[in-house]
């Protein structure tokens, strides 16, 4: 895919690409209108970003945690292109983030990948 979908909600159930449940959608944001034009504006976003978007460093602070670890450029890409981050399922499990490259499909059971939960990027 080259979007997240407009159909992602929090909660949704995320499979991969064997269809084993791998956890849920923990927050989105679907990304920028226009991909040429990097910005604040999206399309879409889940309920917990939505407040205090007052320009690109507070939003990539609100979504990003310092612990995260994950490097600037992977942030800024996460907001242009939009992410889903996945509460992964497992007592030890670490939280991963979904881009659209790694979306199969949405179906009424939830977000089916096309890769295995191990090739996504973790924090």
Same mark, same amino acid.
């Given at each position: 895919?080259?979007?997240?979908?407009?159909?992602?909600?929090?909660?949704?159930? &995320?499979?991969?690409?064997?269809?084993?449940? +791998?956890?849920?959608?923990?927050?989105?944001?679907?990304?920028?209108?226009?991909?040429?034009?990097?910005? &604040?504006?999206?399309?879409?976003?889940?309920?917990?970003?939505?407040?205090?978007?007052?320009?690109?460093? /507070?939003?990539?602070?609100?979504?990003?945690?310092?612990?995260?670890?994950?490097?600037?450029?992977?942030?800024?890409?996460?907001?242009?292109?939009?992410? +889903?981050?996945?509460?992964?399922?497992?007592?030890?499990?670490?939280?991963?983030?979904?881009?659209?490259?790694?979306?199969?499909? &949405?179906?009424?059971?939830?977000?089916?990948?096309?890769?295995?939960? /191990?090739?996504?990027?973790?924090?």
């Amino acid at each position: 895919m080259h979007a997240i979908p407009n159909s992602i909600h929090e909660g949704m159930k &995320v499979y991969d690409r064997a269809m084993n449940a +791998i956890g849920t959608v923990e927050t989105f944001r679907i990304g920028d209108e226009d991909p040429s034009i990097p910005g &604040v504006e999206a399309a879409g976003v889940s309920p917990v970003l939505e407040e205090n978007q007052t320009g690109l460093t /507070s939003i990539l602070a609100d979504i990003f945690s310092p612990d995260d670890g994950l490097p600037r450029e992977v942030q800024e890409k996460a907001l242009r292109e939009g992410f +889903i981050r996945l509460d992964a399922d497992g007592l030890f499990a670490r939280d991963r983030y979904i881009f659209p490259e790694h979306i199969d499909r &949405v179906t009424a059971e939830g977000v089916v990948l096309n890769v295995e939960k /191990s090739d996504l990027m973790h924090v």
